[in-house]
């Protein structure tokens, strides 16, 4: 099944689409010019999938031009049937579908790899493709590729504003140095630097993967 009908199907927002268009090519470029054997249509299909549960923990208010044309009450009723069939936990929510889809196993324990607070576990992993699929989530803010730099900082600003944000400074600071230690992890076998990594490079390949088949 194509992951654009999976979308459809699951009616997922066209801006969690997007992000997860640009997280899987991002993920993509890098497993095309690293010298690494990785299995990338396993890595795609986690980037491709990461977040279809979102929509539970997305405050409606914060970044409302990402709403339309439907707009925040139609997304709001999108979300309460989401957490009456999944539960309140958008992680879960998320590996649900997966399963549901009938993605292979591993392809669900790359899915798990995703998030913030997991890195220093991911880094600690020495497992080459979770770390691509931590990274490339790294690289994507709500309006498009971004440095690791800057997508921190973004990050940081918004989950501030919905009160998410990790308070302790401390915690965040050794979670971000575990970030970069992945990213040179990653470039030391890459053919490509990671200021390379743009939105105008990832063009060609958020057009193809919305025809990725997503088993």
Not at 3 to 22: D, F, G, K, T, V
Not at 32 to 50: F, P, Q, Y
Not at 131 to 138: F, G, M, R, V
Not at 171 to 179: D, G, H, K
Request: charge should be neutral; aromatic fraction near 6%; charged fraction near 30%.
């Amino acid at each position: 099944m194509l992951i654009s009908e999976i979308y459809n199907r699951y009616n997922i927002m066209p801006a969690l689409q997007l992000h997860m268009y640009r997280v899987a090519s991002v993920a993509s470029v890098i497993c095309r010019n690293t010298s690494l054997d990785l299995k990338a249509d396993e890595i795609v299909a986690a980037c491709l999938l990461h977040d279809m549960g979102n929509i539970i923990k997305i405050n409606l208010q914060i970044l409302p031009e990402l709403l339309e044309p439907e707009g925040a009450e139609y997304w709001g009723t999108v979300k309460a049937r989401f957490v009456e069939k999944y539960g309140p936990d958008e992680n879960q929510a998320t590996r649900r579908i997966a399963e549901e889809v009938g993605v292979n196993p591993r392809v669900l324990e790359l899915i798990d790899s995703f998030g913030f607070i997991k890195t220093m576990k991911i880094y600690r992993s020495n497992d080459p493709a979770k770390q691509i699929c931590c990274y490339a989530d790294t690289r994507v803010t709500p309006l498009g590729v971004a440095s690791l730099k800057e997508r921190i900082e973004e990050g940081r600003k918004r989950h501030l504003r919905s009160g998410k944000a990790i308070q302790d400074d401390d915690r965040f600071n050794e979670i971000v140095s575990y970030l970069e230690k992945i990213e040179q992890r990653i470039f030391e076998h890459c053919a490509l630097r990671p200021e390379e990594i743009t939105e105008s490079s990832i063009k060609q390949d958020l057009g193809n993967l919305r025809k990725f088949d997503i088993r």
